[in-house]
Structures are given as C-alpha cells and as structure tokens.
C-alpha cells in the first residue's frame, strides 16, 4: 500500500504528502511536456478508497474536494483518525459568504 503521507515532487514544488486539494490537480505536464506525477481526483469517492488509486499504481496523488472544504484539518484529522466534519450539500455552490467556506469547525 502506497502512504498516502509520503512526500511527493511536482515539478519546483515538493509537497509534504500526496493529498491535495481538487482544484490543485488540474495540470500534468511538466514545462518540458514531460508528464509529471499524476493527480486522479474521483468525485464522490468513499473515504475508505481514498488511497485506491495510489495502491494500483494509477496515480501518485490524491485529491478531494467536498472533505477538504469541510475540513480546515483535514490532513490531522487523518493522521489522528479523528471523525471528519460532513460537508453540508445545502451550503456548497451558493453565494453565502463565508457561511461553508470557512465556517467549518477543526477538532481542537
Ligand atoms: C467548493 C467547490 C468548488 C469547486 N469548483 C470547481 C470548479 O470551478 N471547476 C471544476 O471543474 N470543479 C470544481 N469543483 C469540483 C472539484 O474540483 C472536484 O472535481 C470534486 O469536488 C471532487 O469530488 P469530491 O468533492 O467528492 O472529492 C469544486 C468542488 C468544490 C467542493
């Protein structure tokens, strides 16, 4: 199983682990036109698939959208297997402010 808490280069940038943000993974190729490191990003998928796609070897990334949102900690509530914040449907997609933008609480 590939961890999902590995560093990773993407061209002049060095993550420090291979979950990012969906919006983040919209290019592949380097300057050079070389294909970099590749993010899959799957909507809707469960979080026990999280890391399907790096196990098979199909991507060396992971994005999500909804649960990064959702979640200002995501990445420590991961590590720490804390229960994560549901994302709330009603407050995706609407022109609200910050309300389900920034409002979401972290686990401290
Ligand atoms: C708040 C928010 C804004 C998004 N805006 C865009 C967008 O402008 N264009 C786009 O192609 N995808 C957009 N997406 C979709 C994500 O890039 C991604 O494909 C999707 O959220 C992944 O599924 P997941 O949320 O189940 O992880 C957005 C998602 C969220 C949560």
Known sequence: MTDLWTSVKIGDSVLDNRLVMAPMTRSRALESGVPGPLMVNRANRPLE?????????????????????????????LKNK????????????????????????TAD
């Open 49 to 77: 698939k999280l890391t399907i796609d790096l196990d098979n070897h199909v991507a060396d990334l992971v994005s999500v959208g909804h649960y990064a949102l959702a979640n200002p900690d995501l990445v420590a509530r």
């Open 82 to 105: 804390i229960p994560l914040n549901k994302p709330n449907p009603d407050i995706i997609y609407v022109n609200n402010g910050a309300v389900g933008y920034t409002d979401y609480p």
